[in-house]
């Protein structure tokens, strides 16, 4: 029998393309925490749990996700039977509380290395693929107007996005709408604009706000509120014309199921980290599409290992009416992977071979380790 024989953790960080600015936190780096699962016959599974700017995004950084794996996960799993992965997930969440994003980096680790074993991809595994391409948007999030023309102009060009969120809230809300006018002027009727607000503003500030959008032409804003105020995010739904989308607010299939009932959102942005895992996204997905809920493939601007992964989930729902933002490795100076994830004809693609298809360069994982003694970078984003 195949066992779960060592679970390691480590982090990388590596820097973002430009300033990165979110309402919460302005992003210079990304601080990648991968796992690698060695299983008793010599095969390996590779996972990633991902957050965003430190602690300001969410409850889980970096360094959480890291000890959270070592200290309380990883032996829980050393020496349990590879094969069954649920039985795996219910093993750990009966022994470790919240982090989501730790148990789902370890779970994606899990099936990978039972895809490879087998010898098909994780989305074999979960059953078949419905798709291999994904429509995906880009965030527009420099800070400035003219430089994000720019770049939505050069991504056009080069057939990569079209659809765009920016990345709002960190201003008053009037110079934020005059912000999307600005690029919405500018980049003409071929884009389609998304905003995030990412919770920052409030219920009154959104009022106004989702109406100065809607005459813009905006077709979702995503997590305009509080995540905690799922009143408020009824509210919204119901009155806005343009979709709410529930991000933040969504950590799993418990959650999602609360915001079906209340009507709490049109559209619900997936995350495999934030949902706990690959297994839990999936359910999320269902409950979304028996609640008539649009759904969405959301990224915390993973690497190529955790994008991957959530390409293999995404590739076997039944919908995914609002296409995908997995555009994490487009965002950083260095690719981590050595057979890249392809992005074409305003499309990702989904990655081939075995398991979720990532293979790592050992090379630019040695350079960007954050305990290796090449790691120059410091761990806050
Ligand atoms: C978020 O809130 O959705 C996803 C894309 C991006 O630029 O930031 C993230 C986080
Ligand atoms: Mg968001």
Redesign the pocket.
């Known amino acids: 029998m195949t066992k779960i024989d060592k679970i390691d953790a480590f982090i990388l960080d590596v820097p973002t393309i430009r300033g990165h600015v979110l309402a919460m936190a302005t992003m210079r780096q990304q601080s990648f925490v991968l796992v690698q699962v060695r299983f008793s016959d010599g095969s390996v599974g590779l996972g990633e749990g991902t957050s965003i700017g430190g602690l300001s995004y969410g409850a889980e950084s970096p360094e959480s996700i890291q000890s959270a794996i070592l200290t309380y996960i990883a032996p829980v799993l050393e020496g349990q039977a590879a094969e069954n992965v649920n039985a795996a997930i219910a093993k750990v969440e009966a022994n470790v509380k919240g982090n989501a994003i730790a148990r789902a980096a370890v779970e994606t680790a899990l099936w990978d290395g039972l895809a490879r074993r087998r010898g098909i991809s994780l989305a074999e595994l979960f059953g078949g693929m419905q798709r291999t391409e994904f429509p995906v948007a880009w965030t527009l999030a420099s800070g400035q107007a003219e430089m994000d023309i720019e770049e939505a102009r050069d991504v056009i060009a080069s057939e990569r996005h079209r659809i765009f969120?920016l990345k709002i809230g960190k201003r008053d809300v009037r110079e934020d709408i005059a912000h999307v006018a600005a690029i919405r002027g500018a980049l003409g009727g071929g884009a389609e604009i998304r905003v995030?607000?990412?919770q920052s503003w409030s219920r009154h500030d959104a009022k106004w706000g989702l109406a100065g959008l809607e005459e813009l032409g905006v077709t979702l804003a995503?997590?305009p509120i509080e995540a905690r105020d799922r009143v408020g995010m009824a509210d919204l739904t119901r009155a806005s014309r343009i979709a709410v989308?529930a991000?933040?607010a969504l950590n799993g299939p418990t959650d999602a199921l609360a915001f079906a009932c209340d009507r709490a959102a049109d559209v619900f942005?997936v995350k495999i980290a934030q949902s706990g895992g690959l297994k839990r996204a999936s359910e999320v997905c269902a409950i979304a599409n028996a609640a008539g809920i649009g759904t969405y493939g959301?990224t915390m601007l993973e690497s190529g290992i955790g994008t991957a992964a959530a390409l293999h989930l995404f590739a076997t729902v039944d919908r995914l009416d609002w296409g995908c933002e997995l555009f994490g490795p487009l965002l950083f100076t260095d690719e981590i992977l050595i057979n890249p994830i392809r992005y074409s004809g305003f499309a990702v693609h989904l990655p081939e071979g075995p398991g979720h298809g990532a293979e790592l360069d050992m090379s630019k994982v040695d350079f960007y380790r954050r305990d290796s003694s090449r790691g120059r970078l410091k761990a806050i984003n």
Request: no cysteine; net charge negative; proline share 0%.
């Open positions: 969120k995030d607000v990412n995503e997590q989308m991000d933040e942005a959301g």
